[in-house]
Each structure stands twice: as C-alpha cells, then as structure tokens.
C-alpha cells in the first residue's frame, strides 16, 4: 500500500509526519475543487483569492515547526 499511496505511511512514520501527510493532501483536494473554496470565502467574510493564497502558505509547513522531543 505504501508504494501506491505514499500518505498511508509505513512503521517508521512518527506522529508528526503522519499529521502532515494529512493536512497536505486535505489543501490539496481543497486546491481541485473551487466550491469549497467559495464556501469557506463566504463563510469568512474574505475573497477567494485570499483563501487560496493562505491554503497555499499552510501546505509549507501545515503542523508548524517540529517538537524536539526528550527520548530519555
């Protein structure tokens, strides 16, 4: 399955990078269909382009920066 679908992620795959995969492929699908888009404008009170451009800045960094984490 991973070959095929590389967002399903494999036994190495953290927590971090799972929510990633997930938010980047949910932008994504937003990206391919222009209703939603209009749906999530008019229900901000903001332009589409407006929506657009920050769906496109979230899919950089779609979880922030990375936790260090103490595995002690």
């Given at each position: 399955?991973?070959?095929?679908?590389?967002?399903?992620?494999?036994?190495?795959?953290?927590?971090?990078?799972?929510?990633?995969?997930?938010?980047?492929?949910?932008?994504?699908?937003?990206?391919?269909?222009?209703?939603?888009?209009?749906?999530?404008?008019?229900?901000?009170?903001?332009?589409?382009?407006r929506?657009?451009?920050?769906?496109?800045?979230?899919?950089?960094?779609?979880?922030?920066?990375?936790?260090?984490?103490?595995?002690?």
């Amino acid at each position: 399955v991973q070959s095929k679908y590389v967002g399903t992620g494999n036994a190495d795959t953290d927590k971090f990078q799972w929510l990633q995969h997930h938010q980047r492929d949910s932008l994504a699908s937003y990206l391919g269909h222009n209703t939603l888009y209009t749906y999530m404008a008019v229900a901000e009170n903001e332009s589409i382009a407006r929506i657009k451009y920050r769906s496109m800045e979230r899919m950089l960094r779609p979880c922030g920066p990375r936790i260090p984490r103490d595995d002690d």
